[in-house]
């Protein structure tokens, strides 16, 4: 329950919780399914769009989550998925990502053709929350599925088999980056059956707060200079200067964990950040950003001055 108690701590209305803790008890949760519900080490940050998607998936809605790369719209997510206690079958969206994936596929068992059956077919009988990671990368024929399972009569058809019945608790979380190569533009019927949760650029109260949260230990001020490196980046993708590419939250909270273990700095943010880009050019401007902020001379001690190793046991 501490991802309750963060909602609490992050000023979510009381009447929702007391929601989310009814919608809890009420949909009880299979034993069998407990290790499909998300545990999460770190939590979403934003008062405004979790109230957004915890009132929506309470009425029953599914909700697409919009926006930049690096807004945590995985983590939200995730998040969600352990707020309302329920298992989560994710489904990542690519060239090969077909009906089949979603429903299931005929193989053969004792002598019979069954069918194996699929994440949205799962997600479904189990009163899952189903994330569909990329679905603007979604081709046709997964598209027509999608349809089905999230259409108001909660109704899936499966040719050949039988009629899935949706458990009511069943959600689809989808989320879309709309800057990624291969994407292209959702048709108006598949967007009319969601709650669309556009997630804005992080800004730094928001970063801030992120990274200090995950590294409670680290010198304030220098871990204000990595905060600095990735605002910086963001802005000149903004103004065209450079790809999205750098760009990568996870790559920066990596970078501060290989630097806790002892690695130098430079070393480090060029693993998590400057080297997620492959151009010569748009390396140096990089590298540029991160030197402005970051002295080569700078170690490990220096941001983590406290630090104790722990070894794996």
């Known amino acids: 329950m501490e991802i309750v108690q963060n909602l609490k701590k992050q000023g979510i209305s009381e009447s929702l919780i007391e929601d989310i803790l009814y919608f809890r008890k009420y949909y009880s949760l299979d034993k069998n399914l407990e290790y499909r519900v998300t545990k999460s080490n770190t939590y979403f940050y934003g008062k405004d769009i979790l109230s957004m998607c915890i009132s929506a998936i309470l009425e029953g809605e599914n909700i697409l989550l919009s926006g930049p790369k690096a807004t945590g719209k995985n983590l939200l997510a995730d998040n969600l998925s352990e707020i309302f206690n329920r298992p989560q079958w994710n489904t990542s969206f690519h060239i090969n990502t077909d009906s089949s994936t979603l429903i299931g596929t005929d193989t053969f068992i004792d002598n019979e053709v069954k069918l194996r059956r699929g994440s949205v077919y799962e997600c479904s009988i189990n009163g899952g929350f189903g994330v569909f990671d990329e679905i603007n990368m979604a081709k046709n024929d997964a598209i027509v599925v999608l349809h089905s399972a999230l259409d108001y009569r909660r109704i899936i058809d499966v040719p050949g088999y039988e009629r899935i019945n949706l458990h009511p608790a069943t959600r689809f979380i989808g989320t879309m ?22 997630i804005p ?78 151009d010569i050019y748009e390396k140096e401007i990089v590298g540029d950003v991160i030197r402005t902020r970051i002295p080569e001379k700078w170690n490990s001690e220096d941001i983590f001055p406290c630090n104790q190793v722990h070894n794996y046991k």
């Open 177 to 198: 980056n709309y800057e990624y190569a291969g994407t292209k533009e959702l048709n108006e019927a598949l967007v009319s059956r969601f709650m669309v949760v556009d």
């Open 201 to 278: 650029a992080i800004e730094y109260d928001k970063l801030d707060l992120i990274l200090n949260n995950e590294f409670p230990d680290a010198d304030k001020e220098k871990l204000n200079q990595f905060a600095g490196i990735f605002l910086d980046l963001q802005l000149k993708s903004q103004n065209g200067e450079i790809s999205t590419k750098s760009i990568d939250l996870r790559g920066l909270i990596a970078s501060l964990k290989v630097i806790k273990r002892g690695l130098k700095p430079i070393q480090a943010i060029n693993m998590g950040m400057t080297s997620k880009t492959f």
